[in-house]
């Protein structure tokens, strides 16, 4: 096996962890939104019962 092999795996495991963050970011953004969209319907929901 050559020098060149190792730098492919080194980058394949680079794109790996770059992307694996990417995603981690997106799915907790997501989330955050999920959980303020719900916020604001339980908000008006409690509103229209008083």
């Given at each position: ?19 694996s ?30």
């Open positions: 096996m050559g020098v060149t092999t190792f730098k492919g795996y080194y980058l394949m495991g680079t794109v790996g962890v770059i992307s963050a990417f995603t981690i970011v997106k799915v907790t953004r997501d989330d955050q939104e999920d959980d303020e969209r719900y916020n604001e319907m339980f908000r008006a929901v409690k509103q229209e019962q008083e």
